[in-house]
């Protein structure tokens, strides 16, 4: 079962969609399916082209006037435009987002250029312009003025999908089978009007949703635990716990599974230059299983998190690129930034289903702040786990410190109206000043 949740604002009770998946479409009928088959070959095409169209030259827009020409009626028009407006839509907020990180990322290398601080071997970061989304899997996001779910009566089957075709007034019923855990899922629940058809290699599955409303039930002026990301802990808290680990047995894990994946790539040479034209596959499947080992152990690291601060507002960071590459440098980067993207996701979604408030602070200089003086210097970190400020003299774990700071974050809006990092080190060095001014320091 997938999960999704809609953004909230503070304190509004939090809805959060929850599909089920998997529930495949019942070949009664060959013939039935196969006029579904033809109906996704006119409609991807169709979809592809709004897709690049609102990449491109216009605002995606869910109400645009149909303009390509298509045998679908109006009504499938309308459900292709809405898809492809989505589609373009995040990958236009993901463009911008991975392009803001860019330039933070070029300010920050400038910035230590200027410093004298630079990485013998940092590189000034580029900008490769993304891609146009290509729409390869057949997925069609149908709502029910194309397809119609209902259910069954007197009947094997539980539901029929009444799906639009490309014959005019001419509709398809389709039989849906519930597994007995779909049933028990979905039971007393009202079910989304809008379904998912997708199109395997096995067949035609459809992913049914219904909507869940949790309020918020802390005040608003209950405390705040600030969490920070890492890599040796998982979640730090500002109030002093740590919460599972990439180093030990996961690291070790990692270890034995990049050897195996180096031993074959050797094998594969070897074999290449004999001439062997089936060679072992390079997917590792070992390297699957870790990857999930890695979410699971994130799932019981943060779920443990809230268990153990129940009554609390959470506080967490957004993990932009940069931050991600700051807190993974001199590790093998890549395995560990892309798990680190989970851990904030689950605390969104852990937060929503517990009915807890939970906020997303900005990360710039949180782990270089110094959350008593608001001094900010990269030398304030000595090593990776040491935090021992420059100036006021401060020194804790540097994953406490940094959860502090996030801790403070919560409701700053000073902060949070800064455009890009220069704006916020400005700031921050703002308040160490005044801080110096309050406690008479030389
Ligand atoms: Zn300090």
């Not at 259910?151 to 009444?162: C, N």
């Not at 000043?433 to 008479?440: R, Y």
Request: contains cysteine; hydrophobic residues 35%.
């Amino acid at each position: 079962m997938k999960q999704r949740k809609k953004r909230t604002k503070k304190g509004e009770p939090q809805t959060i969609t929850k599909a089920v998946t998997h529930i495949r479409l019942e070949a009664a009928n060959a013939g039935k399916l196969a006029a579904l088959d033809d109906l996704a070959q006119v409609y991807l095409p169709l979809c592809q082209q709004y897709v690049t169209l609102f990449c491109t030259d216009e605002r995606p827009d869910k109400f645009r006037a149909t303009c390509f020409a298509t045998p679908l009626s109006e009504r499938w028009q309308r459900v292709a435009i809405q898809q492809a407006a989505g589609i373009a839509q995040s990958w236009r907020t993901n463009r911008a987002q991975a392009y803001q990180d860019y330039v933070d990322d070029l300010l920050d290398y400038h910035e230590q250029q200027t410093e004298g601080t630079l990485d013998a071997a940092a590189k000034e970061p580029t900008w490769r312009e993304w891609h146009i989304p290509v729409l390869r899997q057949t997925c069609i996001q149908a709502n029910v003025n194309v397809v119609e779910l209902g259910p069954a009566q007197d009947s094997t089957f539980d539901y029929w999908l009444t799906i639009s075709t490309l014959e005019f007034r001419k509709q398809l019923l389709v039989p849906v089978k519930l597994a007995a855990y779909h049933r028990e899922a979905l039971k007393d629940k009202t079910i989304n009007t809008s379904v998912t058809l997708n199109k395997r290699a096995d067949g035609w599955w459809v992913t049914l949703s219904y909507d869940q409303v949790i309020p918020v039930h802390i005040a608003p002026s209950a405390p705040v635990v600030g969490v920070d990301v890492g890599i040796a802990n998982f979640v730090t808290t500002s109030t002093g716990k740590h919460y599972g680990t990439f180093h030990g047995k996961l690291r070790e894990r990692q270890k034995r599974d990049r050897q195996k994946r180096r031993h074959k790539a050797k094998l594969r040479k070897c074999l290449e230059k004999k001439g062997v034209k089936q060679l072992p596959s390079t997917s590792s499947k070992s390297g699957q299983r870790l990857a999930r080992h890695v979410r699971q152990s994130i799932n019981r690291a943060v779920n443990q998190c809230f268990k153990e601060h129940q009554g609390y507002q959470f506080a967490y960071e957004h993990l932009s690129v940069a931050t991600m590459k700051y807190k993974a440098r001199a590790m093998n980067a890549y395995l560990y930034a892309s798990n680190l993207a989970h851990i904030p996701k689950q605390i969104a979604w852990n937060a929503a289903k517990r009915g807890v408030a939970a906020i997303r602070v900005r990360s710039a200089y949180s782990s270089q702040e110094c959350s008593v003086c608001h001094y900010v210097d990269r030398a304030n970190r000595p090593n990776q786990q040491t935090f021992c400020c420059r100036v006021c003299g401060y020194s804790t774990h540097a994953d406490l410190n940094a959860a502090i700071n996030i801790e403070h974050r919560w409701g700053d809006d000073e902060l949070r109206a800064c455009k890009d990092r220069k704006e916020v080190k400005a700031l921050l060095l703002q308040r160490h000043q005044t801080w110096k001014q309050q406690n008479g320091w030389p």
